[in-house]
């Protein structure tokens, strides 16, 4: 089954309250769904990893827990590795 960006918006709001954080995965969506395109990649599913890159943030805001900490829950939520490598993959101590 394809990975859809409204896919990543229902997860996100599970774990990511905060309206500046919620703007941020929305920001961060758009310039990724930009490049996708662009480059040819799957739009949907790199709108939908854009959105959850930080649905960790809240709970685990340190260089020590996130993304790292998240993953498990991704994974937990029935996400595909592919999408938790993408989310792993923004974190620059990984």
Sequence with gaps: MPVTREQGWETLPTYTKGEA??????????????????FGEDEEFWRAAALLHDFDYEMHPTLDKHPQDGAPILRDEGWPEEVVEGVLSHASHL
């Design 21 to 38: 954080l919620l703007r941020h995965a929305v920001a961060v969506e758009a310039s990724t769904g930009a490049y996708s395109k662009r």
